[in-house]
């Protein structure tokens, strides 16, 4: 296993463009999380899944910020209507509840609105 | 609100100095504890943790933290900075295993020749 993969690395769009980001875990894993990153700041928590459940989501994240992971295993986060203030590092992570404590993170979709 | 402070944006040491970027919490129960390394354009990789037991932990490439309860802390060491080593280094703490992180705002380290 090559770790959790994130897909595409760099994306720029036209603010009010939709754009979707991927995200595989690393297989075995159940909980699988979403960051966001702006520049010069830490990562700020959206949302995570166990298994196909999303269990929690950030204040942060407005009505136009959807998350999926249908099977369990790959997860999806849709941004609607971009603006410019969505210009971020998205990160994922998943980890195994049960086995180890830590999450293992992905090298980040960037997005710009321009 | 839970938080994590990380005192100091930038620490800048030279090679073969003691590094030590610091971080707090803030809670009266003591949390997960973890510290990781970003790389520019790059994700986090972790560099050590802290769950239950020893209270000092060490971790990889040399780095190593001591979870002081009293002080709510959790203070991260490199008794000898490489080139290598410089990067952003980000604290974060969880109430529950597998939940979710917060992080500090992060401290970036530079190691001068």
């Known amino acids: 296993d090559t770790g959790v993969s994130q897909n595409p690395r760099h994306k720029i769009t036209k603010r009010g463009q939709n754009v979707t980001f991927r995200c595989d875990p690393i297989?075995?894993?159940?909980?699988l999380y979403w960051y966001r990153q702006t520049l010069g700041q830490g990562p700020e928590f959206l949302t995570y899944f166990q298994n196909e459940a999303q269990l929690e989501k950030s204040r942060l994240l407005s009505d136009r910020f959807s998350a999926e992971r249908p099977k369990g295993s790959f997860s999806t986060l849709e941004i609607q209507r971009t603006e410019q203030g969505d210009s971020a590092m998205y990160l994922c992570?998943?980890?195994?509840?049960?086995?180890?404590?830590?999450?293992?993170f992905g090298q980040g979709t960037r997005l710009t609105v321009v | 609100a839970q938080s994590v402070t990380q005192l100091g944006s930038h620490v800048s040491v030279s090679e073969g100095a003691l590094a030590t970027p610091r971080c707090n919490y803030s809670s009266s129960v003591p949390p997960y504890l973890f510290w990781y390394v970003q790389y520019p354009n790059q994700g986090l990789q972790l560099l050590l943790k802290?769950?239950?037991?020893?209270?000092l932990v060490k971790g990889i490439n040399g780095f190593e933290a001591e979870f002081k309860k009293s002080e709510t802390s959790f203070h991260l060491t490199k008794p000898s900075a490489h080139m290598s080593d410089a990067a952003e280094y980000f604290c974060a703490v969880s109430w529950a295993q597998g939940g979710k992180l917060i992080f500090g705002q992060g401290t970036e380290l530079s190691v001068k020749p």
């Open positions: 802290y769950t239950t037991g020893a209270t």
């Open positions: 297989s075995e894993h159940n909980r």
């Open positions: 992570a998943s980890s195994l509840v049960g086995k180890n404590t830590e999450a293992f």
